[in-house]
């Protein structure tokens, strides 16, 4: 693993698995944007998350056009995750006249669509419109169905699995929101927007080469039950948190000391991690 935060943002480099954090901030932190993610290796590239300031980072902060995208991935449906997302489809569809590729299983899309896309991209001039007409689905094939559901699919070079999370619930009505956490070429661990599971991530490193993890840190603890807090994680095995970058944080961040507690770090905005 090596770092670079000087280097330009890029679409393409020499073929080395390479994760940009376009924000690393938890959903309405402003100054360190939404965590939302930029995969790059050789010629492929896929951005993980589109939430509602990510286009204006990608743009404003580090120089790459919206439209420059043609690949992108979404965990789950709140708007710091897929706010961006229709701007990146009226982009597509109008500017740069060409679909992009959307990685998406058949229930989230549907869900998506239905409860948080249809309602800005389905009237059009010509006639309504679906998601269809934005991206050209990329569908992961379940590979996994237990201890949890596993999807796998490829952009290009880049292996992705799915798997299923647990992310906002309720006990009460045993409702439950699509979630996602991703891992990358079996080696890049990011769970994404998560409640606190050691027994997911004890699977996973266990049975994947894993040799680093971005994993969601809820500072404060506030949200205990739908973010992991930093002391559930300050709990796991130690070969876990070496190997552990925090994101998803809010201003608090500041105050603590990560390393002391056995992390690697918290994950920095506008920095390449080389895997």
């Not at 070496?242 to 507690?261: F, I, K, S, V, W």
């Amino acid at each position: 693993m090596s770092l670079n935060d000087n280097s330009v943002l890029e679409l393409t480099n020499s073929g080395r698995l390479s994760v940009f954090f376009v924000g690393t901030g938890s959903a309405f932190s402003k100054r360190y944007f939404q965590t939302n993610v930029l995969v790059v290796k050789g010629d492929d590239h896929l951005l993980i998350d589109c939430g509602t300031l990510c286009p204006y980072a990608l743009e404003k902060v580090y120089g790459l056009e919206l439209k420059k995208i043609d690949n992108l991935l979404l965990t789950h449906p709140h708007a710091d995750h897929i706010g961006g997302v229709e701007e990146l489809a009226l982009v597509d569809r109008y500017v740069k006249k060409q679909k992009g590729n959307l990685v998406i299983t058949d229930e989230f899309k549907q869900q998506l669509w239905d409860e948080s896309l249809k309602g800005g991209l389905k009237v059009n001039e010509e006639g309504p419109l679906t998601l269809d007409d934005y991206f050209n689905q990329i569908t992961p094939e379940q590979i996994l169905t237990e201890p949890f559901e596993m999807f796998e699919a490829n952009v290009g070079s880049i292996n992705l699995k799915l798997f299923r999370t647990k992310h906002v619930t309720c006990d009460l009505t045993g409702d439950y929101q699509i979630s996602y956490g991703v891992l990358i070429d079996d080696k890049v661990l990011y769970p994404c927007d998560t409640q606190f599971n050691r027994e997911q991530l004890e699977y996973l490193v266990e049975n994947f080469p894993v040799k680093v993890i971005f994993h969601d840190c809820d500072i404060s603890g506030y949200s205990e039950g739908v973010h992991a807090s930093y002391a559930q994680l300050k709990t796991l095995p130690d070969n876990i948190k070496a190997m552990t970058y925090l994101c998803h944080y809010n201003g608090r961040a500041e105050e603590m000391n990560p390393e002391q507690d056995g992390f690697r770090k918290f994950a920095k905005p506008g920095v390449w991690y080389r895997c």
